[in-house]
């Protein structure tokens, strides 16, 4: 059994489509099949801008939704003889005509809860899903089609909600297990235990495929994203980037949470506790291998396995000689951002403990920075803290890697290499894990530096 997922661009259109259909065609002579389609690429933000523009009176989520029909109607168009057009178009039809009926009342109550606007969103992954098996049914192929509201069980935090595996996965083995032929299901969409429709979090269908497979045992899980595999690097950055033939689901994870977004970050979750193989794979050239990310993975020689980064970053430095020896400091710094939905991806402290500087998003800074002068006014007041310094324009860079555990050198070798062309470091952490060094750069500094560090480490 292999549970194959298809984002967004991989079917935005009849031919990507028909395209995707020969690639599960192809892969179903080797075993049974369960198949994740996402939306058509675009329209889960379609969805998202009608419901805003319904919450906010305005009447262009009409044309919206006939935007997201007409893309519709095209596929099916395309991909049906004109015999079978008119059946193929009663559901979409239905579809649109609720997808309206929900955004009318989101237009009268003048309001979209996170609840709603689930409800909303949910409509791209059932519109592609029910289409693309129709289509598989209407070349001959057996495809039965899934709403994973009847199989994904959540918590009710909209938006982003939370899986109750246990549930879960009980549904799934009763439901898909005994599936004749190719189960096609919903990515991204999931059900409290209520009924009431919820979603996985932008990007969460990589989770939904996940998810299958844990549950069903598979033997593997292919992503098929546009891109050949991991990269050692983002490619429009860095002219040498290469595809990593296999890497840990711990290194896939560091990866995974920078700006790279091959993969969804929860996906690892369940995977890597059955030990089912992930492969990256990519739609637009099935003949490249992939990536295999594994737990048994053929080590490569290099130094690190890949570069990551994350943009549009700020750093806001909290110091003062009243900090020194003081115990609670760090823990009222972070429970106040906390509070405040602020999230810290980056923390340093010297052991000198006269500093701790943090790394957030540059959008919530300036609430950060709010949040702490509150916090610790008093502190400000009698001097034991120095006012905060807030940094923006930043770029956090981490080289990550297996092979960096109990390596020395690693450090040496990339601060000497940043230090020779004269990039300046604002911040350094290091986990104890060893499999990530990160660091904070000036924007500026970025296409520079990650070449820089590409060069240091994958050069011969
Ligand atoms: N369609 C959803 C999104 O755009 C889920 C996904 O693509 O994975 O976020
Ligand atoms: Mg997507």
Known sequence: MKVMKFGGSSVQDADRIRHVISIVQKAQEAGSLCVVFSAMRGVTDDLIKAALNAQAGRTEYRDIVAHIRERQTQAVEALFPEAQRKKALEPLHARCGEILDILHGIELVRECTPRSMDLVMSFGERLNCRLIASVMRSMGMQAVYFDARSIIVTDGRYGSARVDFKNTYKNIRRKLSKVKGIAVVTGFIAAAADGVTTTLGRNGSDYTAALLAAGLGADSLEVWKDVDGVLSADPAVVKDAFVIDEISYE??????????????????????????????????????????????????????????????????????????????????????????????????????????????????????????????????????????????????????????????????????????????????????????????????????????????????
């Not at 992930?278 to 099935?286: A, D, G, I, M, Q």
């Not at 990339?414 to 952490?429: C, H, Q, R, T």
């Open 251 to 460: 290194e896939a994870m560091e990866m995974s949470f920078f700006g790279a977004e091959v993969i969804h970050p929860y996906t690892m979750g369940p995977v890597l506790e059955k030990n089912i193989p992930l492969w990256v794979r990519n739609t637009l050239n099935p003949a490249a291998r992939g990536t295999r990310i594994a737990r048994d993975i053929k080590r490569h020689s290099w130094p690190i396995t890949g570069i990551a980064s994350i943009e549009n970053v700020a750093l806001i430095n909290v110091e003062g000689s009243g900090m020194q020896g003081t115990p609670g400091i760090a823990s009222r710094v972070f429970s106040a951002l906390a509070k405040e939905d602020v999230n810290v991806i980056m923390i340093s402290q010297a052991s000198s403990e006269h500093s701790i500087c943090i790394v957030c998003r540059a959008e919530q800074a300036e609430r950060a920075l709010a949040v702490l002068k509150a916090e610790f006014a008093r502190e400000i007041e009698t001097r034991q803290i120095e006012n905060f310094e807030l940094a923006g324009d930043l770029e956090i860079i981490a080289i990550i890697g297996e092979n960096m555990r109990g390596t020395p050198g690693i450090s040496g070798r990339l601060f000497s290499a940043l230090g020779e062309k004269k990039i300046n470091v604002l911040a350094i952490a290091q986990g104890s894990s060893e499999r990530n060094i990160s660091f904070v750069v000036d924007s500026r500094d970025r296409v520079k530096a990650i070449n820089t560090v590409h060069r240091a480490f994958f050069s011969v």
